[in-house]
């Protein structure tokens, strides 16, 4: 009795309708159960973003095979979820995460199935029928697109390691997690001293590019960052993905650098480009070090809202710490600045001059210099701000000061919504 006309058949079409309907609150439910179960998926903004479109486009194509009765032989894996087998690959996320993430979200979409097919028919030998049906069709689903997804990972993996990119990566990948390393033979392979001083860069594009494009106006990028710095080595430049890339300038002995002549150089070279910047260190600790403090300042550029290109650990770096918990820190922000933390123009204006007037020592006179304002207006926009903090700018000066800072730095993610 199969065919279009079955009840059973209108029952699951009923109910993937009744699903599809709330495809978006599906998705984001699968996507957050992925992030929080499986820790390696958890990674960067460009990541996760990439799995939230895997999983849309999973709930998408197999609502539709439920729905209308497609045939699962000839049917191919969504494209965004291929792409995110690869970038998955490219970051040596292994592949057993990647094939939980199908079981643990195949589980948690059966649970919204079931919990509507009730809502469709009363008589239980159809709920039987109807649930057996859900069952034998998602397992073919997902055992067709595992496989798929296990080929493209491993497929993606074996050309990324073929790279000469990726076997640097390999050796760069052991110099940070600390093993031990043959100096000599480790810089023969790099091509880059150690024994030196070092700056790491993580630099990146927000904004996918085809094919390889992407990697090659990052390294170009560095290369033009090195020559404007002066530095006496070629840059060390692996890939991270084909979006991301970890990068260190050969600095000498060089330990003074004004981070600020890298703005100009970046938006001239890439508009589109973001760059995180680490303080110069030296030998393989600093090697390590200065990294790990870039990819501290990109967790504060990747966070802020709108951001800026260039992001520097030295200007950021006790920000970069409370980027951890997101949630925490704006919890404290509001409560450390009260009013002030509106997200606002008016509120921007009043926390910039507080800002301003308080790295300047208290002063007017040089809060207006720095700020191109009379003193007199800066004096009227500290008492305002005074009035929007609830208390004097020097009752918690230290986490006043802090709070500004975090603002300055994160924008409207750490900021009171406005009230409409």
């Known amino acids: 009795m199969d065919g279009a006309g079955h009840p059973i058949d209108r029952q699951v079409s009923a109910a993937m309708a009744a699903v599809s309907l709330r495809l978006v609150e599906v998705s984001h439910d699968l996507w957050q159960r992925l992030v929080d179960d499986i820790p390696e998926l958890n990674g960067d903004d460009a990541l996760v973003s990439l799995l939230s479109a895997s999983v849309e486009a999973n709930v998408a194509t197999i609502l539709d095979v439920l729905e209308h009765g497609m045939a699962l032989d000839t049917l191919d894996a969504p494209a965004a979820a291929v792409e995110y087998a690869r970038r998955v690959a490219q970051r040596g996320i292994p592949l057993h995460a990647l094939v939980r993430a199908y079981r643990v979200g195949h589980a948690r979409f059966l649970q919204w199935c079931l919990d509507e097919v009730p809502q469709q ?18 397992f073919g689903y997902i055992d067709r697109i595992s496989e798929q997804m296990i080929s493209a990972y491993q497929h993606e993996r074996d050309r990324w390691l073929l790279t000469q990119g990726a076997v640097r990566a390999v050796r760069v990948r052991a110099l940070l997690d600390q093993e031990r390393v043959d100096l000599d033979r480790t810089e023969a392979a790099l091509g880059y001293r150690l024994r030196q001083h070092h700056m790491g860069l993580i630099s990146w594009m927000p904004e996918a590019t085809p094919g390889g494009e992407g990697l090659t106006r990052l390294d170009r990028l560095t ?3 090195a020559d404007e710095l002066g530095c006496p080595g070629k840059p060390l430049f692996v890939p991270f993905d084909e979006s991301v890339a970890w990068s260190w300038l050969s600095m000498g002995s060089r330990t003074d650098l004004a981070w600020e002549r890298l703005a100009e150089p970046v938006a001239a070279q890439d508009s589109t480009a973001r760059v995180a910047v ?43 710490l409370l980027c951890a918990d997101l949630d925490a820190t704006r919890g404290w922000v509001w409560l450390v600045l009260g009013a002030l933390a509106t997200d606002d123009e008016p509120s921007e204006r009043l926390r910039e001059t507080l800002r301003v007037f308080l790295t300047s020592k208290g002063s007017y006179v040089a809060a207006g210099e720095r700020l191109t304002l009379h003193k007199n207006t800066v004096r009227y926009r500290i008492r305002k701000a005074q009035v929007a903090l609830g208390r004097p700018s020097q009752d918690r000066r230290g986490d006043v000061e802090l709070a500004l800072r975090v603002c300055h730095c994160l924008g409207s993610v750490v900021l009171r919504p406005v009230q409409t």
């Open 278 to 320: 680490g303080e110069p260190a030296a030998g393989v600790d600093g090697f390590r070090q200065t990294h790990q403090q870039a990819l501290r300042a990109q967790d504060v550029a990747v966070a802020a809202r709108p951001g800026v290109q260039v992001t520097s650990f030295a200007e950021v770096g006790p920000v970069a």
């Open 223 to 225: 290369t033009v960052l």
């Open 121 to 138: 028919t009363d008589d239980p030998a159809v709920v039987r029928a109807v649930i057996r049906r859900l069952l034998d069709q998602s």
